[in-house]
């Protein structure tokens, strides 16, 4: 007897033996691998088409100059361009403008229009460069005229030389589509114009976006970005094409990581149904190995088979996996869009990259896990003592030794201290340690906490009174929890993830819920089309709808973007009337406030959002410098409020004090209040009429309030997703191990069966232990998903998004899943039960045929 | 008590196990069966338990045709009249001694106050709380005996009940079986291949393929 | 040598402006631009500068140079200013009212083929203009500046060759057909103004592969400025100016029609003294000796001509063949444009450049 035949002998007799429990956590550990792996292809895919289709706009420039502001004056552009060292200087205005009737969702009815100044460009993003029709060269600097990429071109339903109506301001404008822009990367939604027509069109006269810069041969990039920074002093930002990176990287950084973290969840589900399929394999196995052991069997030659048929389970998972997540990253990137409709990477239609190296390691995650799932159990077999393993009867005890409490008290202790420190590189890395840990330490307890629990049950109750089979049920459960609880593992953490995303989502929906009413308190909000810098709205205009019967109160407000850190992306600034006396009644402050009565009368006061303090060290109380109006003025930040818009930062502030500062008077938005008994829709008649009623995009706060909704629940579908995922990997953990309980416990039923149990009850009985561990198993979830739910709610979101929440439970939801839960296991343990009255369950009684 | 009417059970075609077989066993009676593996001895005992029927033929059990019952009127028959000792023992581990030893009255609605006497007179007084882990082979057929005569049965089964015994084990166990089914009234049926254990019985019968045939003298120990 | 290493993609511009649109096809006349009139009576130094209410206008310098060691070089500068006739009403300051064009180009016949390089841009920022008054063209670091005493500088500096030269006139200025009234085709609107300067004489520095070179010589320097558009019917044109080494100056030209034939000719010859002939359509003949197939393009172009104006007959020779400017990299203009020996009855009789476009078809992207 070789031992390589032997190792086949045993894995290939075992296999087919318990295919079914094989078959199971293979697919576990496809699916995990699947999973985390689709969700990296699509989550790089989308990454990588997103920043490639970033940098196709800004070219192949050597520096990028910025103002501090969204835009910055034209003046400094022949300065550049005559600057000694500047072999080239390429001005951009990029505006996001408004496309009427598009408006479908936060950033989708925006169209991306790039100003270039076709001359320039050609040398540094020669991919802007518009394809007229044969002979109208001059199209492209025309100030009627604009170029669609061909995805914009099938967004907007228009062709060469169709017309196309724009919203500019208040003002709606036509151009000629005079071509296509070729080489735009596939699904990239943009537009390109003459500069000089976008200045024009668009109201933006003398405005800039950016400066992109080549630099003549020999001169070093950092020693001239340093240089060229202090030459241009505070109001200007000079960055390098790895700073355009890192910011575009730092926008949707969060979001990948906490849906690579999700997917991992799933992968981690896989590992538990990989240990108790190994752990159940091995008790079942006891006999065989302690066989093996007496006829000479090495320990070293029992750790490594059993370890090697754990890693070819590994390996074939793993392969399938990836497999499978390619499969599923391909159809989720066709149909759902390379953010899964989150819009966290609008206008991007990426196409997947397989990357080996990426394979090799998703690969490695999956056999790892597995090889991790397998050494304990390897290790147990090896241990036990092969005189006593022979005797049949102590399957149960073998298990006591992996549920040691100290494990599970030191997963839970870290856990706790993990919840109390700080993100890495502003990323909640020890909270979902700390999650990994509770679900560990959990699911460790769960054997302990079962026998404890049912033993309890079966002290309290009488046999008597709850009759044989509850008896039995109890008394298994009681006595032999461990093979219990492993099959429970799966389920345990799959569910317990399903209640803490419930938790965490619903305390998310309920708190934007409230503060969507503190936000949208006004019954019609009106919207010029916004184009960069500009508000739409100038004096005239204001006094118009001011003018206008049928308003309490009408407030208007100026929205601009500032770049406070080169390497974040922009800050919103909100101008607007703020109540002095009470900044709550207009904010949604959190208790983070100077007391209104104590503001300093000489001092302008801002609030900030919650991600302020977060990415800039805002502080209340303290005195920060912000480049609005003509030089940097100083503020005081007054308060903290909450904002679920915009993770990046939000600022709010006085708007009388914006206009002193900048002279500018204009505004985007009007939040308009009706007087009692005026019917809105009469409003939005008498707004419609006004000279320029035809451009406003008039809002009702209700059906923003539903769009807002709208947006999140598609947020969070991929979410479910993965969670739905996980539980059913949980319940085809259940289904394997039942069924091979129900296997090993043959030679049980038939001695029941003799001794006059009815099939009807055996049935109830193995209904019974299934119901009763799983309603264990739905309590201990509970307790676990909202320990989980805290860290997600209090830790996880705040350092991820930056915002809080106030935790709300779904108890109607949860109980539903609960029953679910219930009623799926019990109906499984019931479906393998059918085994246990089978004929063969009579026979099993015998020793001697 | 117990009647068997040309029965007849095959398992194929040309495979027939029992043919035409008869025979009477009379209440009190304890009667060991012989006979070559792959006579029909276990198919003998599974028709008599009702956990299997016959192709042809009728089994009664105190009047009672146990062969034409439903699954579940069967099992409710073995439930009350039949108690089972089986070679491998079959206690169920996850339960106590005691606990293993009331199933049957649990089972049957019946009061469970009896099973510490029960423990006493198999000889494992004191030690209801203990789990079978704890027990050897012979003590682990001690609860088997309690449990498969505490609900005071008509008709004992006991398959080859010393076949992983030692044989001074053996014949302590042998002696248990035959004493608590006298104890009790009840009827017995002990299959073995051990001529001691057929020596316990009251009359030994023969399994062959012509029918059960009591023993030659000779063959009585 | 680099190529198009400016990447202008408006060097379509260039085929129509040298062929003064030869683009066939519906223009709208534009009411913003002047028409050329014969009547108008051209003035300087006014007219030095640009006119910016024409379409299109061009400063044009060709020349032989020669460097210390009596090598000989061929050099062409042009800036042209083209009118978009668009955007008047766009108060943007990048509003692309006028483009302003400029080519460079060196013939050196140790290299064996053209070196070339142009760049558009729009006027505006100080960066790009053609200012009126006096000649002073810039585009980016490019430069054409005409100063008080009447004198031509030029700076132009590509990636790896370049020069920088002074111009300094030794004759007075040429002013062409009608006293500047330049007739392009039968029809009275078909016309420019046109002006030349010959026999400049040039002192400066050439860059060839970074490094600067000590040169002089002769060149010739035409400005022409038009609203108008070539007949239909043309095809292409020949064009030839040249500095005789008696002192005198010989310009010719015929526009050729799509028939064969050719839609327009003129020729004119100013001896040393300053009398100037003229010669009619039909008193002007091109003849080609030799042809060059450009391995770039494929076109065939007739390098080596026989030029008749009147009585004379003038042979040209040219300095290398592959003189061909070749753009179709980023558009599709591609013409020859290059440095020529005159004989007159098998002596020497100057050094000129001689153009002839219309040779390739327009390419289509």
């Not at chain 2, 099973?115 to 027990?135: A, K, S, T």
């Amino acid at each position: 007897m070789k031992p390589p035949s032997i190792f086949r002998w045993m894995m290939i007799s075992e296999w087919r033996a318990h295919i079914m429990q094989i078959a199971v956590a293979l697919i576990a550990i496809a699916i995990g691998v699947a999973m985390a792996f689709s969700i990296h292809l699509i989550n790089s895919a989308a990454f990588n088409e997103f920043s490639a289709a970033s940098k196709s706009l800004s070219g192949q420039s050597d520096l990028q100059v910025r103002g501090r502001k969204a835009f910055l004056d034209e003046a400094l552009y022949p300065l550049l361009a005559k600057h000694s060292s500047i072999a080239l200087a390429n001005p951009v205005l990029e505006l996001d403008v408004a496309v009427p009737g598009k408006q479908q969702g936060r950033n989708d009815h925006k169209l991306k229009i790039i100003g270039i100044d076709p001359f320039r460009a050609a040398q540094i993003s020669p991919d802007l460069l518009g394809v007229p029709e044969e002979g109208e060269t001059l199209d492209r600097i025309a100030s009627d005229t604009i170029f669609l990429s061909p995805a914009a071109m099938e967004w907007l339903q228009v062709e060469q030389g169709d017309a196309l109506q724009l919203q500019a301001g208040l003002q709606a404008i036509t151009l000629r589509v005079a071509g296509g822009l070729v080489r735009a990367r596939a699904g990239q939604r943009i537009a390109v114009m003459d500069i000089g027509a976008v200045q024009w069109r668009f109201g933006q006269i003398g405005q800039l976006s950016r400066i992109e810069l080549k630099l003549k041969d020999g001169i070093n990039h950092a020693a001239f970005k340093t240089r060229l920074a202090k030459e241009l002093g505070e109001s200007y930002w000079v960055m390098e094409a790895a700073d355009q990176e890192a910011r575009i990287a730092n926008m949707s950084r969060a979001y990948r990581i906490n849906l690579n973290m999700l997917a991992l969840v799933a992968l981690f589900t896989g590992t538990f149904l990989v240990f108790s399929t190994q752990a159940l394999s091995v008790i079942r196995r006891r006999q065989q190995f302690a066989l093996l052991r007496v006829l000479g069997f090495t320990r070293q030659q029992l750790l490594r088979q059993i370890i090697a048929e754990g890693g070819f389970l590994g390996i074939m998972g793993s392969v399938l996996g990836l497999g499978l997540g390619y499969a599923v990253a391909a159809v989720a990137i066709r149909f759902l869009g390379g953010d899964l409709g989150t819009n966290f990477f609008p206008g991007v239609k990426p196409g997947i990259f397989f990357d080996p190296w990426d394979a090799v390691i998703f690969f490695a995650i999956g056999l790892s896990v597995t090889l991790l799932g397998s050494i304990a159990p390897a290790l147990e077999a090896v241990r036990a003592r092969p005189a006593l393993a022979l005797r049949s009867g102590a399957e149960d005890a073998v298990m006591a030794k992996l549920s040691s409490p100290w494990f599970a008290v030191i997963c839970l202790s870290l856990a706790l201290l993990f919840t109390q420190l700080p993100p890495i590189f502003e990323l909640p890395v020890f909270g979902y340690l700390a999650i990994a840990l509770l679900l560990i330490g959990g699911i460790t307890l769960m054997p302990r906490f079962a026998a404890w629990t049912f033993a309890s049950l079966l002290n309290r109750l009488h046999h008597e009174r709850i009759g044989a089979v509850f008896t039995l049920a109890l008394a298994r459960l009681a006595n032999a929890p461990n093979q219990a609880a492993i099959a429970l593992g799966g389920i345990l953490a799959s569910f317990s993830l399903m209640v803490a995303m419930a938790i965490m989502v619903t305390s998310f929906r309920v708190s934007i819920d409230a503060w969507l009413g503190q936000v949208l308190p006004a019954d019609l909000y009106v919207r010029a089309a916004a184009i960069g810098d500009q508000g739409g709205f100038q004096s005239d205009a204001q006094n118009a709808i001011i003018a206008l019967p049928g308003f309490d109160r009408v407030d208007f407000f100026r929205t601009q973007q500032l770049t406070l850190d080169i390497n974040r992306p922009d800050v919103t600034l909100f101008a607007r009337p703020v109540d002095k006396e009470d900044p709550r009644n207009t904010l949604p402050l959190t208790d983070d406030v100077i007391a209104p009565g104590s503001l300093p009368e000489e001092v302008m006061p801002v609030w900030v959002s919650e991600a302020m303090v977060d990415l800039y060290g805002y502080r209340v109380g303290e005195k920060v410098v912000l480049p609005i109006g003509a030089v940097p003025s100083e503020f005081l930040v007054a308060g903290v409020w909450r904002d679920y818009g915009r993770q990046f930062g939000a600022i709010q502030m006085q708007l009388t004090d914006y206009q002193r500062l900048t002279g500018d008077l204009s505004v985007n938005n009007v939040a308009l209040w009706l007087q009692a008994g005026t019917s809105s829709d009469t409003v939005v008649a008498s707004l419609r009429q006004l000279p320029f009623g035809a451009a406003l995009e008039i809002s009702r706060s209700s059906d923003m309030r539903a769009l807002s909704f709208e947006i999140f629940d598609r947020s969070f579908a991929v979410t479910y997703l993965l969670e739905i995922v996980a539980v059913v990997i949980g319940l085809l953990g259940v289904a394997a191990s039942f069924s091979a309980q129900i296997l090993a416990r043959a030679k049980e039923f038939g001695m029941l069966r003799h001794i006059g149990v009815m099939r009807r009850q055996i049935l109830v009985m193995l209904t019974a232990e299934g119901g009763l561990l799983t309603a264990l198993g739905v309590v201990l979830g509970f307790v676990l998903g909202w320990g989980i739910s805290l860290i997600l709610v209090f830790i996880v979101n705040p350092q991820s998004f930056h915002w809080t929440m106030q935790l709300h439970l779904p108890w109607g939801w949860l109980l539903a899943i609960a029953v679910i839960m219930l009623i799926s296991a019990a109906l499984t343990a019931l479906f393998f039960g059918r085994k246990a009255v089978s004929v063969q369950v009579i026979r099993a009684v015998r020793e001697d045929w | 008590m117990l009647e068997l009417r040309n029965i007849t059970k095959g398992y194929a075609e040309n495979r027939k196990v029992l043919i035409n077989l008869s025979y009477t066993l009379n209440a009190g009676e304890y009667v060991a069966i012989m006979g070559e593996s792959g006579v029909g001895k276990s198919t003998l005992l599974n028709l008599i338990a009702g956990l299997d029927s016959p192709d042809s033929g009728e089994i009664r059990i105190n009047g009672a045709a146990i062969s034409s019952m439903q699954d579940d009127a069967a099992t409710q028959l073995r439930r009350e009249q039949f108690g089972f000792i089986f070679q491998a023992f079959h206690v169920l581990p996850h339960l106590t001694l005691a606990q293993n030893i009331a199933l049957p009255l649990l089972l049957n609605g019946i009061a469970t106050d009896c099973v510490n006497q029960m423990l006493e007179q198999v000889g494992l007084h004191g030690r209801g709380h203990h789990f079978p882990r704890q027990l050897s082979g012979g003590e682990l057929q001690r609860v088997a005996i309690a449990r498969a005569l505490i609900h005071r049965p008509r008709l004992v089964l006991a398959d080859e009940p010393t076949g992983n015994l030692d044989p001074d084990t053996a014949h302590e166990i042998l002696q248990l079986i035959r004493r608590e089914i006298k104890a009790n009234g009840a009827t017995g049926i002990i299959v073995t291949h051990s001529h001691m254990a057929a020596a316990t019985a009251d009359r030994v019968l023969h399994l062959t393929k012509n029918g059960l045939h009591p023993a030659q003298p000779g063959h009585n120990l | 040598m680099k190529r198009n290493k400016s990447g202008s993609n408006f060097n379509v511009f260039v085929m129509l402006l040298f062929s003064c649109l030869l683009i066939t096809g519906v223009y709208a006349e534009s009411n913003r631009l002047k028409p050329v009139t014969p009547d108008y009576q051209l003035s300087f130094p006014m007219d030095y500068g640009a006119h910016q209410d024409f379409r299109i206008e061009w400063w044009y310098i060709t020349g032989w140079l020669e460097t210390e060691d009596k090598k000989p070089l061929g050099f062409q500068v042009t800036f042209f200013r083209y009118a978009t006739d668009r955007n008047h009403d766009n108060p943007s300051r990048f509003a692309a009212k006028d483009l302003i064009i400029a080519h460079l180009a060196l013939s050196d016949p140790a290299v064996g083929k053209l070196m070339h390089v142009e760049r558009t841009a729009r006027e505006g920022f100080d960066l790009a203009y053609a200012k009126p008054g006096n000649t002073n063209v810039r585009l980016d670091d490019w430069t054409l500046v005409r100063e008080e005493d009447g004198r031509y500088q030029v700076d132009m500096q590509a990636s790896d060759f370049g020069l920088q030269l002074s111009l300094t006139p030794t004759q007075s200025m040429m002013l062409q057909d009608m006293d500047g009234f330049s007739r392009k085709g039968p029809k009275p609107e078909q016309a420019s103004y046109y002006y030349s300067e010959p026999h400049l004489s040039v002192t400066g520095t050439v860059l060839r592969q970074n490094k600067p070179v000590t040169v002089k010589g002769r060149a010739w320097l035409d400005h022409e400025w038009s609203t108008a558009h070539l007949d239909s019917d043309a095809d292409g044109w020949d064009w030839v100016g040249a500095n005789l080494d008696d002192g005198s100056a010989l310009v010719a030209f015929q526009i050729r029609a799509k028939q064969g034939g050719k839609v327009w000719a003129y020729a004119a010859l100013r001896d040393a003294k300053g009398n100037m002939t003229l010669f009619d359509p039909d008193q002007v003949e091109f003849t080609p000796i030799r042809t060059w197939r450009s391995p770039h393009t494929e076109a065939v172009y007739p390098v080596a001509m026989h030029i008749r104006t009147g009585e004379i007959e003038w042979r040209l020779t040219p300095l290398l063949d592959d003189q061909e400017l070749d753009a179709r990299q980023s558009t599709a203009a591609v013409y020859w444009e290059g440095a020529v020996m005159l004989t007159k009855d098998n002596k020497p009789a100057g050094r000129g450049y001689l153009e002839l476009t219309g040779y390739v078809k327009p390419l289509t992207l």
